[in-house]
């Protein structure tokens, strides 16, 4: 699903929502009055080019169109999606929501994303009160997936589970927050780990690095996929979650933590604060720590999905959701014309596909042609039920082709062809193509097997009949060029 959305104000927020609906395929109107905000979003635009399409499977669509409006109601008018990002107080708020009045179309919705403020507080006397919910996203917005949904009883009954299935539908993972309270959920967490951490810069006890350290290189990288919950389940061993807090509860009365009190941010704070901040990390400008960061966003969340776990499995959904519109088809039956190869995989390069020399690895090429295995493999009937039920496909021999090299961000498609489809034998050829350039072929003989004795053994009838349809409409097609050839053959 595309459509048109507003950002009103591009700031470090409003330019990720920007590149976040971009990158999915709606156009953006953007208004915000710093003169340097096309300049801003343009780097920031530039940032998330690197990273989001690379973060999926399955391709995105063709980029939406960006312009800057002069006046919120020119911005607004026609969108199906308006999502005010302006800094964080009230008022200014409230002047945004009243300049919308009656240039916003009657289906939008108004997302805010307010850091803090409840929806009835943003909701307060505005005509547009019914649209207007909370959507308060992460930082950066078009990697992270969470974005709080936060409703009020002045919305109708659809505009929160409206504003939820648009989010998801960008690849999002829409949170609904069901009663209001300052700050929503993720907020309150963040504020009291903050509160403690600027105590313990306050009393000397570590500087802004110490801190940063106690948490990435320890429970932080447990938090990003298992939250705090379910890895305290895990921490109080085989006896569990009572367990646990039999143990460590009467930590609760000890004096851990200061929460109640909060410390006063004086200028002598503030000081030291920024001074150790630039000796940690002044040697980077902020494009490249957000570059850095994206990277390793990208790559955590990759590995998220290969088990299927948090934000990992968001991507997944998403790429299974946008299979279809990216032109791949689940069954053979879904080909439009199965006399041409197949095409099983298009994708872009992701920055963790890249080596030492600046292109794709080689490792990746096999990696891709097994994607693209998989998704024949699926078309013909041998998917996850099939596989359950004790037959798969082994691969036995693969030769592949290094014939052009590739970058991280570019598009890549393969598509395939079954040389020879019959008793166990599955023989399939995969071309990778960028735009027009051959990148690689892929020439790879699987065998059926039975996953009991893990022996050869013929496919089920209905496999084999799909399997068999494509290699007859394939084999009218001339022999592709280095088919057979071995290391070393003479051209
Ligand atoms: N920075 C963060 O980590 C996060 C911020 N937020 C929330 O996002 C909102 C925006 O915050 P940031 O992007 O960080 O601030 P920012 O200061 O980076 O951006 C705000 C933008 O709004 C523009 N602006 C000011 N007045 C305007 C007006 N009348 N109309 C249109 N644009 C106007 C400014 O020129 C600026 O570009 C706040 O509500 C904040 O709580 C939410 C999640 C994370
Ligand atoms: C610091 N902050 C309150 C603006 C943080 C957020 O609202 C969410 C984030 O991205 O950390």
């Not at 519109?325 to 190869?341: C, H, S, T």
């Not at 693969?398 to 598009?411: F, I, K, N, Q, T």
């Not at 193509?433 to 051959?438: D, E, K, M, P, Q």
């Amino acid at each position: 699903m595309s459509g048109r959305a507003a950002i009103i104000g591009g700031g470090v927020i409003g330019g990720g929502w920007a590149a976040r609906f971009l990158l999915n395929g709606w156009d953006v109107a953007v208004f915000d009055p710093d003169p340097e905000a096309a300049r801003k979003l343009d780097e920031v635009l530039e940032n998330a080019r690197r990273a989001l399409p690379g973060l999926g499977d399955v391709a995105l669509p063709q980029e939406g169109r960006l312009r800057f409006a002069t006046t919120i109601a020119e911005a607004v008018a026609g969108a199906g999606w308006i999502q005010e990002s302006v800094p964080e107080r009230l008022e200014l708020k409230h002047r945004v929501y009243a300049e919308m009045a009656g240039h916003v179309r009657d289906d939008a919705v108004i997302g805010s994303s307010t850091s803090g403020f409840r929806p009835s507080e943003l909701q307060a006397g505005q005509a547009l009160a019914g649209q207007i919910v909370v959507a308060h996203p992460f930082n950066p917005v078009y990697l992270l997936p969470l974005v709080e949904v936060v409703g009020s009883p002045a919305n109708g009954a659809d505009v929160v589970a409206r504003a939820c299935g648009r989010l998801t539908a960008l690849g999002m993972r829409p949170l609904h927050v069901r009663a209001e309270i300052d700050a929503h959920i993720a907020d309150r967490l963040l504020e009291a780990v903050w509160r403690e951490a600027l105590w313990l810069v306050t009393d000397g006890i570590a500087t802004t690095e110490e801190i940063d350290d106690a948490i990435r290189f320890g429970f932080g990288l447990r938090w990003a996929q298992m939250g705090l919950f379910e890895t305290y389940r895990i921490a109080g061993g085989e006896a569990g979650m009572r367990h646990f807090i039999g143990q460590f509860g009467p930590c609760l009365h000890w004096p851990w933590t200061k929460l109640t009190d909060v410390p006063e941010l004086t200028d002598e704070l503030i000081d030291r604060i920024a001074e150790q901040s630039d000796a940690q990390s002044g040697a980077h400008s902020i494009r490249d720590l957000e570059r850095i960061r994206d990277a390793n966003l990208v790559g955590m969340m990759r590995a998220l999905a290969q088990t299927g776990w948090g934000a990992g499995a968001v991507q997944t959904a998403h790429d299974a959701a946008r299979a279809a519109a990216a032109g791949l088809v689940d069954r053979v039956d879904d080909l439009a014309d199965p006399a041409q190869p197949v095409l099983t995989l298009t994708r872009t390069v992701p920055l963790d596909w890249i080596d030492y020399n600046g292109h794709m690895t080689e490792a990746r090429y096999l990696d891709a042609f097994a994607q693209a295995t998989d998704r024949l493999m699926r078309m013909v009937g041998c998917d996850a039920e099939y596989i359950a039920g004790g037959g798969s496909f082994f691969t036995a021999e693969s030769h592949v082709r290094h014939l052009d090299e590739v970058r991280a961000g570019a598009p890549i498609t393969v598509h395939t062809r079954v040389l020879e489809g019959a008793g166990k034998k599955m023989h399939l050829w995969h071309e990778m193509r960028s735009g027009g350039r051959l990148l690689a072929t892929g020439e790879h003989m699987l065998l059926h097997v039975d996953l009991a004795t893990r022996r050869a053994a013929p496919p089920a009838p209905h496999v084999a009949a799909a399997l068999a349809r494509l290699a007859d409409a394939h084999a009218a097609l001339p022999p592709p060029e280095g088919m057979g050839r071995a290391v070393g053959a003479p051209r």
